[in-house]
């Protein structure tokens, strides 16, 4: 006979997004007993793992794609974090400059143009002219044709967050709450039942009956809504991003102008947050029909994510043939070629810096997580903000927009949305919640 846990509310899937939602539950609400599900052995090991993404706490400034209203919200949701990390231990975060850098007369204009729509968000964000780039950036400058036109946005608040830190983080805070808290680790849950008024989540190590649900699984997280009939019209575009790493090059977080149409950030170079003497260059983006990079049992995942209906098929092709991302695929392909994929990242990365030579670059082999991109199905487009399905006393989260930034507001939105399922005698502790975030960031 297989054991049967109890609890109000199962989280499954202990990346950055189940952490939170478990640290936010645990803390400011008055749930009780709370199980989350992970199927590694590990914490945070797929896309919040610090070697899977680029480690960067978004705040919308210096992101050239984020509209204003988005760059308020994501700001907000960034601040949140900033509080948390704040005298806490420095394996968490880093503050370095970070800047967006423009090159060639038409991005100058195009940046110059968002400062001033942007400096009244962002009043800490700075002009720099070609002179001031190289005091703080002397290698984005040096062997640049003097002819050709760059300027920075830049900012001396930018962190660098070791998000796999910050979910181990969250896990331990929630144990010092009078909570009964358990975490099954090597879990997977295999599926997940509706029974009259409540969820039982079938796993490994055994069953879970719980009355409400939140899913922070990634992309695995639309199969078990589709399979409880939600979210049956989205797909999956899995985009895999990889890293090459060099020594030594940059201080702080250089970004570059956004291509329009693509929801992902452009290539960008960084200082490893474990050892920032290592400068990442990257993210490429490649469309992979896995759910996880590196795990090949998850095409099979993939498959079921409406990848294998006529519209799942129709969409994925039709958003790849437009000419935009086409081209960019395309780029994002040859990298993989055999000793010319790194002369073609190189020409890319030269845009950051110049005399940036072949042997500096090596790629980070095994590096890199995969973006779920969510796919309407019906409009055959992809959805360009968060994916969150919201069913009856579950909640799927997807991909949070901007992946890691966002994951304490989402917390908060979830933990809100969860205290609402389970009804009366439940409530989110407002008060303590405010007197934690909102006073720090005020301060
Ligand atoms: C290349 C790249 C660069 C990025 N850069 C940034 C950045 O600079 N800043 C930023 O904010 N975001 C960034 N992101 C996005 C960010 O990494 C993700 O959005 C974020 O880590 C998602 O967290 P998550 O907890 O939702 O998912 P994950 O971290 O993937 O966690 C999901 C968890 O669910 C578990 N799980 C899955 N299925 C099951 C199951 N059946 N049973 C039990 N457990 C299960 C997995 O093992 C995993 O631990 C980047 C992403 C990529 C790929």
Redesign the pocket.
């Known amino acids: 006979m297989e054991k049967e846990r109890e609890c109000e509310v199962a989280i499954?899937?202990?990346?950055?997004?189940?952490?939170?939602l478990l640290y936010m539950l645990s803390r400011y609400s008055s749930v009780r007993k709370i199980i989350l599900?992970?199927?590694?052995r590990r914490?945070?090991?797929?896309?919040?793992?610090s070697e899977?993404?680029?480690?960067?706490?978004?705040f919308g400034d210096i992101e050239t794609n984020y509209s204003f209203e988005k760059a308020k919200i994501v700001k907000e949701a960034a601040e949140m974090v900033v509080s948390y990390v704040k005298g806490r231990n420095r394996d968490l975060f880093r503050v370095t400059h970070k800047m967006v850098l423009a090159v060639g007369q038409e991005e100058v204009a195009e940046l110059r143009d968002r400062y001033e729509r942007f400096k009244a968000l962002f009043p800490n964000l700075r002009l720099l002219g070609r002179k001031e780039i190289e005091l703080l950036e002397p290698r984005v400058v040096a062997g640049r044709e003097p002819g050709e036109e760059i300027l920075a946005l830049c900012s001396e608040d930018g962190y660098a967050?070791n998000?796999q830190k910050l979910?181990e983080s969250f896990v331990l805070d929630s144990l010092k709450e009078e909570k009964e808290v358990e975490f099954l680790l090597s879990?997977?849950?295999?599926e997940i039942r509706r029974e009259k008024d409540f969820y039982l989540l079938v796993?490994?190590e055994g069953l879970v009956r719980a009355r409400a649900v939140a899913?922070?699984?990634?992309?695995?997280?639309l199969?078990?809504a589709q399979s409880l009939g939600y979210g049956t019209k989205s797909g999956i575009l899995p985009?895999?991003?990889?890293?090459y790493r060099a020594e030594n090059v940059l201080r702080g977080k250089v970004y570059t102008m956004q291509v329009d149409k693509l929801p992902?950030?452009a290539i960008h170079g960084?200082p490893d947050v474990v050892d920032p003497r290592e400068t990442r260059f990257?993210?490429?983006?490649k469309v992979l029909p896995l759910?996880?990079?590196g795990s090949y049992r998850t095409f099979f995942d993939f498959l079921r994510t409406s990848a294998f209906t006529l519209d799942g098929v129709w969409s994925l092709l039709k958003i790849v043939s437009d000419w935009v991302i086409l081209k960019y695929v395309i780029k994002n392909l040859a990298y993989d070629l055999p000793i010319l994929g790194k002369w073609f990242f190189l020409r890319d990365a030269r845009k950051i810096v110049p005399l940036l030579k072949y042997a500096d670059l090596s790629y980070l082999r095994g590096v890199?997580?995969?973006?779920p991109q969510v796919v309407d199905t019906r409009t055959k487009k992809m959805e360009m903000g968060s994916a969150k399905i919201i069913g009856d006393k579950a909640i799927f989260?997807?991909?949070?927009?901007?992946?890691?930034?966002?994951?304490l507001k989402n917390a908060e939105e979830d933990a809100k949305m969860l205290v609402g399922f389970l009804g009366e005698g439940h409530r989110f502790k407002e008060d303590k919640f405010k007197e934690d975030f909102l006073a720090k960031i005020n301060s």
């Not at 899977?52 to 978004?58: D, G, I, V, Y």
């Not at 985009?239 to 890293?243: E, Q």
């Not at 990257?282 to 983006?285: D, F, H, N, Q």
């Open positions: 499954v899937g202990g990346g950055i997004t189940g952490t939170a599900l992970e199927k590694n914490f945070a090991e797929i896309n919040s793992s899977n993404n680029s480690q960067t706490l978004h967050v998000f979910s879990a997977r849950v295999k796993a490994d899913v922070a699984a990634g992309p695995h997280g199969i078990f985009i895999s991003g990889g890293f992902f950030a960084d990257g993210p490429t983006a759910l996880e990079r890199g997580g995969i973006r989260n997807i991909t949070p927009s901007p992946g890691a930034s966002v994951c």
